[in-house]
């Protein structure tokens, strides 16, 4: 069995490669030939942990696995580690055989950061300028740098709870020679694209603070009872989804669709619209909104890649197991 450590995945894995294995993983899921197992994610009750396990199987690509692992809300002010911990666990398909296990922290935040992208690639405006991020915390920085790369955006504008964390994405705003502007919620409207990434259980982004035209990546919400967006936002735009049983069900949509103001098949899968059996955004004034809730075969799909890197590259460590 091979093991690639958490230290090693930045000297492997590129921004690029894991934006590629997740566009080809969401037109594999829509073709049929990749599908995700049901997801298990559980507080704990110790720590204020969500502690869960994502899995599935490419045929196409014969990936077998899970990531386990969640989200510590206290790492960061009690220990200085970051809020998310993960671990993915590669299986041979044909044997069942444990293959590998790979550090999933950056992998994360690289993947998840590559779903919001896709969608933006996919289904913003091409002449998208304003790009607002809601949300400081770990993942942001991933997610505004990989955006950023989707549109040729002029400026960038935020808004955090805690003021003080906003400088951990003005410095991405800054490294990509874009001015920044800290904004209220409701300054939003003036953005032509909108990433929320924060772990909240209320809805910050309101309906009125968006403008016609935005598309809407919303990555925050993985869990039961998560919400980031006000759910009559979701009755009025286009909603796009990684997967719609997750979406559903822990994901951004689950409250519009327990209110009933949108119904499982008012959702795209992203994977349709990236093979082109669905047109994406049909017009400039249309608000696109992606429900980012994360599922294993992304997760799956990178730690592949890293672990062809960490053996053609040996430093792979291999043990006998
Ligand atoms: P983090 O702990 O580093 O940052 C948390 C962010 O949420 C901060 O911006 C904080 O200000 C904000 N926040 C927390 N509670 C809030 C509230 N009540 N109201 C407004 N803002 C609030 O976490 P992170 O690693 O950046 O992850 C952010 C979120 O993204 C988490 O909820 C995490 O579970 C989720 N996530 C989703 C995916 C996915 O695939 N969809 C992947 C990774 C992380």
Redesign the pocket.
Known sequence: MLIVPENRIADLMTEEAAFDAVEKTFAAMAGGDAYNFPVVREAIGHEDA?YGFKGGFDRAGLTLGLKAGG?W?HN?ERREM???QSTVFLFDPDTGRAKAVVGGNLL??LR?AA?SSVSIKHLARDDSNVIGMV??????AFQLRSALKQRNFQKVIGW???PE?LPRIENVAVEAGLPFEAVPLSGMSEADVVIT??????P?LMNDYVSKGTHIAC?????RG?QEVESSLLARAMVFTDEIPQSVSIGEAQHAVAEGLIVEKDIVEMGSVIKGDHPGRTSAEQITLFD???VGLQDLAVAASVVDLAVRKGVAIEVDF
């Open positions: 969500l989200y809300p960061h970051i809020n998310h994360t935040a998840t779903a949300g400081a915390g770990h993942q942001s955090n709870q805690q964390d990434i924060t772990s909240a259980f209320q910050l990555m925050g919400a993985d869990t998560k980012g809730t994360g």
